[in-house]
């Protein structure tokens, strides 16, 4: 059987898939890391350990 991944929307398969209903484990992981995100996420009150961990770093179309 094979569904749209919930996150990425490519074709997941679920015969032998313990990431169900996502594709592969990246997908997993972006998901567990989104419901993280929400979990911690203290609204109105900024967070500079986030920022700390986020560098500035550019991965545009360059090359
Ligand atoms: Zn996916």
Redesign the pocket.
Known sequence: MTRA??????P?IKEGNKFWP???E??HL?DLGMWLGEEYRVPGEPDPNLAAASPPTREDDET
Do not use: E, F, Q, W
């Open positions: 991944c919930a996150l990425c929307k490519k997941a996502l594709c592969s990246r997908c972006v």
